[in-house]
């Protein structure tokens, strides 16, 4: 038998909100979690960078990531579409 580790991708969905850089855009992530005492939900925000290589991706625009292995210090996912 072999024990493969099969790690399942994350895929998220965001809007760009920085194309400044070469390759690399700053996407913006946002959640709603219910919080467990009060039932309030809450907005959760994280910026994450993704991989670019095209430069196609503009900035305001909306965009599916998903999770690689990484590409730089703090780039970890890229761009589907």
Known sequence: ???KKEKKEKKLSGVVV???????VIVKIESYK?????DK????TKRVAAHNPDNFAKEGQKVEIRSVKPISKTKKF???R
């Open 41 to 44: 939900y809450i907005k959760k």
């Open 78 to 80: 890229e761009i589907v």
């Open 1 to 3: 038998m072999t024990d």
């Open 18 to 24: 920085s194309d400044k850089m070469d390759q690399t």
């Open 34 to 38: 219910k919080h467990p005492k009060y």
